[in-house]
């Protein structure tokens, strides 16, 4: 079946600039994040989403940074007046959301602030 | 506050041989633990998993290995494989969120 969907899969923008990233999780299931990981590092979480709602947005690193999940599906991360130091693989993971089970991750997408 | 830890960012192995890879946690609210690969321009893939009422955890040439009171879990590859050659993150879970390490890099020698 088809894995998590991550779009555009590279991303260079200018300082200052609007930018979204798109996640397309696994069918059925309820649980959807976002991570960042920059190089050198492993994944940092950013927001959890449990079906529509954000259940848990503490990594988000300031409020130029939103998410949402408007029908529980797909979901978008967006940035506002970006900054160099978001450049960054964002990274979208998708579970069936019950019990312990593991993440799912897209191959993310490479953002560039120049 | 890094809650997981890959103290070796590296490891070099011949083909063969047994892969160890070493991964410490300091949150003992962690019940779930799970070993991800990642290639290049790819995003991490689940390898496999552990829970804290276990000690180990076998699937076919990995196996993963828990010790609780060390706060300690490792990672077991054998025989090591050219296609192993990656990087490896260590993951701890607490209910839903998972928390990772820095990531080990294997390359496995012919």
């Known amino acids: 079946g088809a894995g998590v969907s991550q779009t555009p899969s590279n991303k260079v923008t200018e300082k200052g600039k609007y930018v979204e990233l798109r996640c397309d999780p696994i069918?059925?299931?309820?649980?959807l994040y976002w991570y960042r990981q920059s190089l050198g590092q492993g994944p940092e979480f950013l927001i959890y989403?449990?079906?529509?709602?954000?259940?848990?947005d503490s990594g988000l690193p300031n409020d130029r940074f939103f998410a949402v999940r408007p029908e529980g599906s797909v979901s978008t991360l967006k940035i506002q007046r970006t900054e160099r130091g978001d450049s960054a693989v964002y990274l979208c993971?998708?579970?069936?959301?019950?019990?312990?089970?593991?993440?799912?991750f897209g191959n993310g997408t490479r953002l560039t602030v120049t | 506050d890094q809650q997981v830890k890959q103290n070796s960012p590296s490891l070099s192995v011949q083909e063969g041989r047994i892969s160890i890879l070493n991964c410490d946690y300091t949150?003992?609210?962690?019940?779930?633990f799970l070993w991800y690969k990642k290639y290049p321009a790819e995003g991490p893939t689940f390898l496999i998993s552990?829970?804290?009422?276990?000690d180990k955890n076998e699937d076919g040439r990995f196996t993963v290995f828990l010790n609780k009171s060390a706060k300690h879990l490792s990672l077991h590859i054998v025989p090591s494989q050219p296609g192993d050659s990656a990087v490896y993150f260590c993951?701890?879970?607490?209910?839903?969120?998972?928390?990772f390490g820095a990531g080990t890099t294997v390359t496995v020698r012919a």
């Open positions: 989403f449990q079906g529509t709602g954000a259940a848990d």
């Open positions: 069918s059925g299931h309820t649980a």
């Open positions: 993951a701890a879970s607490s209910q839903y969120k998972l928390s």
């Open positions: 993971a998708s579970s069936p959301g019950t019990g312990n089970s593991p993440l799912h």
């Open positions: 552990i829970s804290s009422i276990k």
């Open positions: 949150n003992s609210m962690f019940d779930y």
